[in-house]
């Protein structure tokens, strides 16, 4: 499972989570964090960031 815990106590758990939902969560959290869901965006759901190219 793969999941992040963010520094206000919570827990994001990122499987079968929207894309929408992540690349917003990559707007509001630190540096560190936004690295990791870049990474996992590309690696994972390439084709929905080509198809919302305009999010970017």
């Known amino acids: 499972m793969l999941f992040f815990k963010c520094i206000y106590g919570g827990i994001v758990i990122l499987k079968d989570t929207e894309t929408k939902f992540i690349f ?19 690696e994972t759901i390439d084709s929905w ?6 999010f970017i």
């Open 24 to 42: 917003d969560l990559m707007l509001i959290i630190d540096e560190e964090l936004t690295n990791k869901l870049k990474t996992l965006l590309i």
């Open 49 to 54: 960031l080509r198809t919302h190219f305009y």
